[in-house]
């Protein structure tokens, strides 16, 4: 037996069907919006991410895997996809004027050492995107409200965005250094993590989560009084948008994420159930102004985009029953009552699979009561019987197991047949909603 390493998890049978449904819902919207797929490679030079998640970042600080490969280059497992895109963007030469803006879509393994826990993993599944082009604040909204959208069309209600503004270079320099003058004076009360942070990255410590140091960045100086007017007319521009999407957020001016290429807008959606439960953020994103250029890109292309972890979406959904409503059932079962009919069940099951019927065929062998048992653990519409008299027509016995009715249905008019009552269930439905 081997273990699991540690922070890793399997994700099998229903819950893979519960990834997959996520993945192609938040691909579908993606592609709604117009982005295209991208795939790029899992590993990466690590200084691809020293340069762009920042060397200030905790993830580059201490939670990459980096690795010498045995040509001596440092290698690391990509801990986000931005980077990736951006490199495979600017490489791929895909910024030629007429071609903005790039359109980005991602999904697909990241890696960080963390301490696990739950909803935190080693090796976690990211959804993203990035739109790189020229700067417009529509542009960040059309992601922002992307995001929204996807996770409307998974079902959670009552989501929150929560928005800041870091500013531009100008407005982030100045403010650093009135941060720093401030912390100074508090910094031997602070946690090691915030001494850190005052060296590295002084807008870090405003999202520390010790309580005695929050304390102190109540009273800290805040961003907005010193963004440049054009930071502020942007963002303003941002809010107003969203007001007219109809989008509620809430403007939270300690809001920096851990990464250290944002400028100007950051994001995260934060969920709280129907009953009543804070699930903190799902996702985050946010503008990046320099990261093109830091990357090798021309310099005044500027980006935005977001990343969704799909453990943590699958983990809220499975806790607030929002897969409930999703219809994982198999519409036919069939079932040979001998042995030697499973050759003539495979066929049946080949004919309808083809035919658009999510279709299983038992070859285990077991007794009429044993199969319809696994039919109905199955979620199967309908089981299919075939015994001697079956056989000898060219028949077989439908069951639909919801209405619990049964019919003697001759094997080529079986797909009419099911075709018929799919027709007749959906119209009965439709007429159903339209009462
Ligand atoms: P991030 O906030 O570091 O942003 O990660 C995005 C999401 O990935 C988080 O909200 C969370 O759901 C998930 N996640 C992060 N770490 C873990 C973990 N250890 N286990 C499970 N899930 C995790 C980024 O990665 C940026 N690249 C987002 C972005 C794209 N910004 C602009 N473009």
Do not use: W
Not at 30 to 48: C, D, G, H, Q, V
Not at 409 to 415: A, R, S, T
């Amino acid at each position: 037996m081997f273990n699991l390493v540690k922070g890793t998890h399997d994700v099998i049978l229903s819950e893979a069907d519960k990834y997959s449904y996520i993945e192609q819902t938040l691909i579908q919207v993606a592609e709604y919006f117009n982005y295209k797929e991208f795939r790029t490679p899992i590993m990466e030079y690590s200084e691809l991410f020293q340069r762009s998640v920042g060397d200030s970042s905790d993830i580059v600080r201490k939670e990459m895997y980096t690795f010498l490969d045995k040509g001596d280059r440092s290698i690391t497992l990509r801990p986000e996809l931005t980077a990736g895109v951006i490199r495979s963007i600017v490489n791929n030469k895909l910024l030629a004027l007429g071609d903005i803006p790039i359109k980005a879509y991602y999904v697909g393994p990241c890696f960080r050492y963390e301490r696990p826990q739950q909803g935190r993993y080693r090796q976690f599944n990211q959804f993203g995107i990035e739109c790189v082009g020229v700067v417009s604040p529509y542009r960040d909204v059309e992601v922002i409200s992307l995001c929204y959208f996807s996770l409307k069309m998974l079902g959670f209600k009552s989501l929150k965005l929560v928005i800041n503004c870091l500013g531009d270079d100008e407005s982030r320099n100045n403010y650093k250094e009135v941060l720093r003058n401030y912390f100074e004076k508090h910094l031997d009360s602070m946690c090691g993590d915030c001494k850190e942070r005052f060296k590295l990255n002084v807008l870090r410590i405003l999202d520390c989560k010790d309580p005695a140091d929050q304390e102190i960045v109540k009273n800290a100086p805040k961003i907005e009084d010193y963004l440049t007017e054009k930071s502020k007319d942007n963002f303003n521009k941002v809010l107003k948008s969203l007001d007219e999407l109809g989008i509620e957020y809430e403007i939270d001016r300690n809001l920096v994420r851990g990464l250290d290429y944002y400028s100007d807008v950051v994001f995260e959606f934060h969920y709280t159930s129907s009953k009543g439960i804070n699930y903190g953020a799902l996702c985050g994103g946010g503008h990046y102004n320099k990261l093109i250029q830091e990357i090798g890109g021309p310099k005044d292309i500027e980006g935005c985009g977001f990343a969704i972890g799909i453990e943590r979406i699958a983990s809220v959904m499975s806790d607030d029953s929002l897969f409930d409503e999703i219809d994982d059932s198999l519409d036919c079962y069939i079932m040979p009552l001998d042995i030697s009919y499973q050759d003539k069940a495979l066929e049946i099951a080949t004919s309808l699979r083809l035919n658009g019927y999510k279709s299983d065929v038992n070859l285990e062998g077991k007794g009429l009561k044993g199969m319809l048992k696994k039919a109905i653990k199955l979620s199967s519409k309908y089981a299919l019987i075939l015994g001697e008299d079956e056989i000898k027509n060219n028949s077989i016995v439908v069951k639909d197991l919801s209405k619990e009715t049964q019919e003697s249905i001759e094997l080529d008019k079986l797909i009419d047949y099911l075709d018929e009552k799919e027709n007749e269930n959906h119209s009965c439905s439709c007429h159903h909603h339209e009462e």
